[in-house]
């Protein structure tokens, strides 16, 4: 009868463990079996095959030892011979296992202990496991949890079948939160670590405040409004962009609510941070100037190459347009993507007065013309000598004063002074020591060899060794910011599709790559009766 109760004890045991640590029974049986086998093994020698089994309806444990069965033993305690195993199985083969059933045995007290310290490890694995597979799949999510205690500023929750952390960076400014206090987080990481799975929140993040929007407003629930951008300013103001699906409801409207009711509950439950609700466009434009909110805008001129906008603001707008310390055209540059430079009408005015000045001497002194003539070709709104060269004679003589002689004469005078420039960099190229064969690449200028040269690229192979990168540089976002990396050819008003092309090319001279064929053009056919 005291048999049979451990037994049933041994069960409920496992129940009580599998039922507080949130692991399933089988586990909590599998790690009792391996700490009985390694208690086993201390008895009957570690070298010895020992194998536990419990019974899960009973609670019955047998243990058995496996023998292999072998032509001639090596080691008795592991191996049986063909024959002896035969008696016990007849149908027992060289390579199989005999199972040989081993008497009950009385646990020793380190055997116990040994035992207990291997089921303790085993069901916190267990329990670890659990855990991760658990919420790996909940990031992205906003969980609720009590505070557990803090940490050098960093919040432990209780979220019921673990525990999360908040650290102090992922906290709004001025937050403080004391053992109890429930916590609503954004669930942005879950890693498996050393000591366990780490389950990592913030209150900072820009998507906690679009999954609060979604909670708040059903309107995003239903995805009838969608959330297409969001940029904070934690504790202190924030910017979200939303668009309806639906032309009959109004997207901010609807994230306000009645009285501002909506709004106000996400306000309150990121401790006031005052929210901006931006109506999202595709035009880029539109959308700036709408993400600059509340300042006026006057002008906007878009840079798609370098993701760079230049906003126009009356003078009485500048401090509202750049807000305290930077802040509004801060929020706008992150909730739009584009860095934004932000000009009064009358910087706006003086830059481009100046521009002017600097064309028409650029065309006095290149074309050896007054300064009334240099004025009139920088008012058509010619930049550059080339565009002089190659432009349509007769769109010059169409300018006001000017004939066809003297649109002719003006073209003559800008090639002549782009075969000086021409020559001037041939013989810089030749300085530096430039291949003549690098001129032979698809695509490539004398102004670039000469940047190639400077840049000690002085081979076709040392072009095809090249990146798009180096060529016309990259761009990396740090502390809110575009940091622009000049490249080779910067300067040269060449898009990265183009310097691709010229390191492919570069490749293929280089016998690094086959060309690629041409595409195969098509015959049209045509009917019997044409042909």
Not at 259 to 282: C, F, H, M, T, Y
Not at 386 to 409: H, M, Q, R
Not at 422 to 448: C, H, I, W
Request: with cysteine.
């Amino acid at each position: 009868m005291a048999v049979s109760a451990n037994r049933l004890e041994l069960l409920q045991i496992a129940d009580a463990v599998a039922r507080e640590k949130s692991i399933d029974r089988q586990i909590v049986l599998a790690s009792m079996e391996d700490a009985m086998q390694k208690a086993a093994r201390s008895r009957y020698g570690q070298e010895t095959e020992v194998r536990a089994e419990i019974n899960p309806k009973t609670g019955e444990v047998r243990f058995s030892r496996l023998l292999l069965v072998v032509e001639q033993v090596e080691n008795e305690a592991t191996q049986i011979l063909l024959g002896e195993a035969r008696k016990k199985n007849p149908a027992a083969q060289v390579g199989d296992w005999i199972a040989e059933t081993l008497p009950p045995f009385d646990f020793g007290r380190i055997a116990a202990q040994s035992a207990k310290q291997v089921i303790v490890q085993k069901v916190r694995e267990a329990e670890r496991d659990r855990q991760y597979q658990e919420f790996k799949d909940r990031i992205g999510e906003i969980i609720n949890g009590v505070v557990k205690r803090v940490e050098y500023g960093n919040v432990i929750v209780d979220l019921g079948r673990g525990e999360a952390t908040i650290r102090r960076d992922e906290m709004i400014p001025r937050e403080v939160f004391r053992p109890g206090d429930r916590v609503r987080a954004y669930v942005y990481d879950v890693r498996r670590e050393q000591r366990g799975p780490q389950v990592f929140l913030s209150r900072t993040h820009p998507q906690l405040m679009a999954k609060l929007f979604r909670q708040e407003v059903p309107e995003i629930y239903d995805g009838v409004i969608e959330v297409k951008a969001v940029a904070r300013d934690p504790g202190s103001r924030a910017k979200i962009a939303v668009i309806s699906r639906d032309s009959a409801i109004d997207p901010v409207g609807a994230c306000v609510g009645m009285r501002g009711s909506r709004v106000q509950a996400v306000v309150n439950e990121l401790q006031g941070e005052k929210i901006d609700i931006i109506p999202w466009s595709p035009d880029a434009a539109t959308f700036i100037v709408n993400a600059l909110q509340p300042a006026e805008v006057v002008k906007v001129v878009l840079d798609e190459d370098t993701a760079r906008i230049e906003v126009v603001v009356p003078d009485d707008q500048l401090s509202l347009a750049i807000g305290r310390r930077g802040q509004n055209v801060r929020l706008a540059s992150q909730l739009t993507g584009w860095d934004i430079d932000i000009l009064t009408e009358a910087e706006e005015s003086e830059r481009r007065q100046k521009e002017f000045v600097e064309r028409t001497n650029a065309f006095m002194n290149a074309l050896d013309v007054d300064e009334v003539v240099g004025q009139l070709l920088a008012s058509e709104g010619f930049r550059s000598v080339e565009e002089l060269a190659f432009v349509e004679t007769n769109e010059l003589a169409g300018i006001e004063g000017f004939d066809a002689d003297t649109a002719a004469e003006i073209q003559a005078r800008a090639n002549e002074y782009l075969a000086k420039i021409e020559a001037e960099q041939d013989q810089r190229r030749k300085e530096l020591g430039v291949a003549d064969e690098l001129r032979e690449v698809e695509g490539v200028t004398t102004p670039m060899l000469v940047k190639f040269g400077e840049n000690d690229v002085k081979t076709i192979e040392d072009l095809a060794g090249c990146a798009t990168d180096d060529l016309v540089g990259w761009s990396e976002r740090k502390d809110g910011e575009t940091i622009k990396n000049p490249g080779f050819l910067d300067g040269l008003d060449l898009s990265r599709e183009e310097a691709e092309a010229l390191i492919m090319a570069a490749r293929v001279k280089a016998g690094w790559i086959e060309a690629e064929p041409a595409p195969a053009v098509e015959e049209e056919e045509h009917p019997a009766s044409e042909a």
